[in-house]
């Protein structure tokens, strides 16, 4: 359990409780039931949601897709992934960025229809050389309001140029070219930018057009007396804790899918992660006058199944070698740089598949799993 989480949330508890106001508890949709080919999961510790909460929590599955340099392997794990959420009769958040969904479409075709028929969940990111992203902001800062809200509209319109960061006003790109190739708006859309006024400017043109929620914080934040908060009209997507990263091992962040494979990989396990933050949430919830059930966020990207070490497009956009480590390259940006990721073996992948598919098990057949689209129903 992380200490900061620890901290944040006994202070979020004793200020509830002296005030002792009673939060709005979420609406409970349909429970899911659990399949026959359920993993065994016998020595793991059943949850009791008679311990505390009225609700024993909603987990949203949320998958980052951004691997637009290894768009075979990236089709490959996405059609594994939308089969396994149906397996278990659950949905999945895929959260696209314009590059691979383009190249998806072009080179993939049949991953892109895959998701079009199934009842999984769109939503949108944006990555390096986007203009939003923090480090590459410069084209933005120095304009009136009025022309950053017309120049990020005109990026989530049209075409990025991967090499030059200029607009490719032949051909559709940003938030738009996603809705248009998946034939629905995105739900989810963040705005990964450090400046106030170029966020706010991002959620008003993305609610412009047809986003219904973004992001303030990615793995906890969420006030315990008030789940749901609005921001430029979306609802700020909600998480208590996530099943993302480990620190009880030995203290550092460590993301649970890089040790799958190690001698101690028990340590790392993602499901007994998550039976030991509800456990933790139970124990801090159940003495309050009122409470509700958390909200919780798994989190991965869909190149963690498969690559290890940076992103193939990192050393495009940042400086590996420099005296910081991560520093933006100014364009324009040599997209024949060397790929500083690596392909996992193929026993490394199943056993984060295997861990993974536990954990989508588990969820199924203990809580409620929910997408950003059951969230904004719930707060409505």
């Avoid at 400046?195 to 219904?212: E, F, K």
């Amino acid at each position: 359990m992380k200490k900061i989480f620890l901290a944040l949330t006994l202070l979020s508890l004793l200020s509830f409780a002296c005030a002792q106001t009673t939060p709005q508890t979420p609406p409970v949709p349909d429970s899911v039931p659990s399949t026959e080919s359920t993993p065994d999961t016998s020595h793991l510790t059943p949850f009791d949601a008679a311990q505390g909460t009225p609700d024993t929590g909603y987990i949203s599955f949320i998958i980052n897709v951004h691997d637009w340099t290894h768009p075979d392997e990236s089709a490959d794990i996405l059609l594994q992934l939308v089969d396994l959420f149906e397996r278990y009769n659950v949905r999945g958040d895929f959260y696209f960025t314009a590059e691979i969904t383009r190249e998806l479409a072009e080179k993939h075709p049949e991953v892109i229809e895959r998701l079009k028929n199934s009842d999984m969940t769109i939503s949108y990111h944006v990555r390096p050389p986007h203009p939003l992203y923090t480090g590459f902001d410069s084209r933005l800062k120095n304009l009136s309001d009025d022309e950053l809200y017309q120049t990020l509209l005109d990026y989530e319109t049209y075409a990025l140029d991967l090499e030059t960061g200029e607009l490719d006003k032949s051909q559709p790109g940003g938030y738009a070219y996603v809705a248009q190739v998946f034939g629905r708006n995105p739900v989810v859309v963040p705005a990964p930018n450090n400046d106030p006024r170029i966020r706010d400017a991002a959620q008003r043109v993305y609610a412009s057009l047809g986003a219904q929620m973004t992001l303030l914080y990615h793995e906890s934040g969420t006030k315990l007396e008030q789940p749901y908060e609005y921001v430029n009209g979306m609802l700020v997507r909600p998480s208590d804790f996530s099943v993302t990263r480990v620190t009880s091992v030995d203290g550092s962040e460590s993301f649970w899918w890089n040790f799958m494979s190690s001698s101690d990989a028990e340590n790392y396990n993602p499901t007994t992660m998550l039976q030991d933050q509800l456990e933790e949430w139970v124990r801090q919830t159940s003495s309050l006058p009122a409470s509700r059930a958390p909200f919780i966020t798994a989190l991965i990207h869909e190149n963690n199944f498969y690559r290890s070490g940076a992103e193939g497009w990192t050393s495009i956009y940042f400086d590996m070698n420099g005296a910081k480590k991560g520093d933006p390259i100014t364009a324009p940006w040599d997209l024949s740089a060397q790929d500083p990721s690596r392909l996992r073996a193929e026993e490394d992948q199943a056993a984060i598949f295997a861990a993974y598919e536990e954990l989508v098990a588990y969820a199924a057949a203990n809580l409620t799993v929910v997408t950003s689209e059951d969230i904004v129903k719930m707060a409505k």
